[in-house]
């Protein structure tokens, strides 16, 4: 079983590696619908842009379900992803509007700015600062910019110089959780240094 999004390119991609022994799984009615000839012999992976909240849901439902099922051996959501819903819940209180840089096809971007507007915010998806529609601003005292896990820093920076310019705002940073995950290099790219 795939958890994520029908049409999300992450999971065209995966469903495509083995197309007739993979099932799409995008919500919690979908595991009452799978059949399968050996309730002892399936797995899960999850889109790695999910919401960790939802996708928790669907795995929940699946082991309920399914009790011998195998997961995957660490998590498969993208920490970035975690993190960044985790910040928007937690200053989402402290702010009336929050901006969510990134694509408008992100699925993480799209759960940054859904979960802005659970917590009562008005919320925009902007794909960079040329969507900033200047009336989002009356009667914003404090606002909230993050971004999708694979937005380009540079859009977001351009975004806080137009409001810092525009509206004469002040930047506070604030961290919610240090991110410390290392990637190595490939041997490839090791033995171009």
């Given amino acids: 079983m ?3 999004h029908e049409g999300h390119d992450e999971v065209i991609g ?8 993979m ?3 995008e919500n ?16 899960y992976l999850t889109q790695t842009t999910l ?7 669907i795995i929940d439902k699946i082991r309920e379900r399914f009790p011998e099922v195998k997961s995957p051996p660490k998590g498969d959501i993208c920490y970035a992803t975690q993190n960044r819903q985790e910040a928007v819940r937690i200053i989402a209180d402290d702010v009336q509007l929050v901006l969510v840089v990134g694509s408008q096809n992100s699925s993480n971007s799209q759960r940054l700015k859904e979960i ?3 917590q009562g915010k008005r919320a925009y998806l902007i794909d960079g600062v040329e969507d900033i529609n200047d009336q989002w601003f009356q009667s914003v005292e404090t606002l909230m910019i993050t971004a999708g896990a694979s937005a380009p820093e540079n859009l977001v920076q351009d975004c806080i110089e137009y409001i810092r310019e525009k509206f004469g705002a002040e930047l506070e940073s604030r961290v919610i959780r240090e991110e410390k995950v290392h990637f190595n290099l490939p041997k490839e790219l090791k033995a171009l240094l």
Avoid: F
């Fill in 51 to 57: 919401s960790v909240d939802d996708a928790n849901r």
């Fill in 2 to 4: 795939l958890i994520g």
């Fill in 23 to 25: 099932m799409l799984v």
């Fill in 28 to 43: 919690e009615a979908d595991v009452d619908r799978i059949q399968v000839p050996d309730e002892s012999k399936v797995a």
């Fill in 116 to 118: 802005a507007i659970e």
């Fill in 14 to 21: 995966t469903m495509g590696e083995a197309p007739t022994s």
